[in-house]
């Protein structure tokens, strides 16, 4: 990810502005701007990051907590760092900002196709039809990385199977299979007892 | 669109986004949306989702299609406001309080475990989803090179959608 870590600039030479509610709302346009088709978190940690506002460890740390809470993620995330930098005035204004922009865009591209009914022209059914198969290409390829975390914990394989199979395959309702599940995970992964002070098992 | 179907799309829609772990849960979005209330077709899940890809922003976007196909433009706004409001006030209760708690060890442990459980929802929507999309073995091909680009390149998606839905277009999918 970081491979470009030769250009990093000395940031300690001017302390940055401190961001306002209004800094935040412009700053979250651009990056939902910048990130049509995927890789907002990215867009967002360059974003903060060259300002000064965060370091990379506090983002990270963000991040992960924006991808455990529910809801979409990217959105999660601007909630989250406009609430860690200015507030709940900071948190609001970030939400806005990443939502305006495809925000106004769908809409319009919904009273186009929608509003048209079924008397869409032919060749934009099928142009949406394409589309429709490389947006699951996408969906694909963005659930890669998160399989493979998913993976590497205590369970994974067998927890994220289950899954699938039980919300795919079988089609079930979401919560059951979230209360088991999980709460198999917990289990799992529960907390072990404070070791003992002599370190015997290295 | 009477009131009390708006009001049953901004609750399913706070629901939705409340059980949406790690992204998009596209499976439940279909069960409930397509199967229980019949509000939109799974063509319509598909489109709203391939539109959703080429949109600035979140591409979740595609509820505010979902609400839309389903109520107008008061629908729009339902769904979206109902998606993505509940979450983003707690995602910004939960930054205020994570510094406070975030070494617990039972906050360890369930971030282990809503891990996996993430991945498995993922990999359900691209099954759903899979399922109302692709028709044909044409389909299947396009999504198939289209997972070899994304995945082995860095070509933007947004490009990669939209060459898809030109060739689409031009073999009359």
Redesign the interface.
């Known amino acids: 990810m970081t491979s470009t870590a030769s250009s990093r600039p000395e940031e300690t030479a001017r302390p940055p502005a401190p961001p306002t509610p209004a800094t935040l709302l412009r700053l979250f346009v651009g990056v939902a701007l910048s990130g049509i088709g995927g890789g907002l978190p990215a867009h967002a940690r360059r974003a903060v990051t060259a300002r000064g506002w965060m370091t990379d460890a506090q983002f990270a740390e963000t991040y992960t907590l924006a991808q455990l809470t529910p809801g979409p993620n990217a959105v999660n995330l601007a909630a989250m760092i406009g609430a860690r930098l200015c507030g709940p005035a900071g948190a609001a204004t970030s939400v806005v900002g990443i939502l305006i922009p495809g925000l106004i865009a769908m809409l319009a591209a919904s009273a186009v196709t929608l509003g048209a009914g079924s008397g869409l022209p032919p060749a934009v059914q099928s142009g949406l039809r394409g589309a429709a198969c490389a947006a699951l290409a996408v969906m694909l390829s963005a659930a890669i990385p998160v399989v493979r975390v998913g993976l590497g914990v205590k369970g994974g394989l067998i927890l994220a199977a289950l899954t699938f199979l039980g919300l795919g395959v079988l089609r079930l309702n979401l919560l059951p299979v979230f209360a088991a599940l999980v709460g198999l995970g917990l289990y799992l992964n529960r907390p072990q007892r404070v070791p003992p002070p002599e370190e015997d098992h290295v | 669109m009477s009131e009390s179907t708006l009001w049953a799309l901004v609750l399913e829609f706070v629901r939705l ?12 979005l279909e ?1 409930v949306l397509v199967g229980e209330h019949h509000w939109i077709t799974p063509g ?1 899940l ?2 709203g ?13 595609a509820v ?2 979902y609400g ?2 389903t109520a107008g ?1 008061p629908g ?1 706004l339902a769904s ?1 406001l109902g ?2 409001g ?11 309080a ?1 510094r406070r708690f ?1 070494t617990h ?2 906050l ?23 399922q109302s ?3 044909s073995w044409v ?2 091909g ?3 090179v ?2 070899v ?3 082995r390149t860095k070509v ?14 031009l ?3």
């Not at chain 2, 989702?49 to 976007?61: S, V, Y």
């Open positions: 986004g409340l059980i949406s772990f790690g992204g998009t849960n596209i499976a439940e069960r319509t598909a489109n989702f391939a539109l959703g890809q080429l949109m600035p922003g979140p591409n979740m976007l505010t299609y839309y196909a433009w729009a979206t998606f993505y509940p979450t983003a006030l707690l995602s910004a209760l939960a930054a205020l994570w975030s060890p039972w360890v442990a369930f971030r282990d475990a809503l891990l996996p459980f993430g991945a498995g929802v993922l990999l359900a929507g691209v099954l759903v989803l899979g999309s692709i028709h389909g299947a396009i999504a198939a289209a997972f680009i994304l995945w933007n998606s947004v490009i990669v959608v939209i060459g898809a839905a030109v060739l689409g277009a073999l009359g999918l």
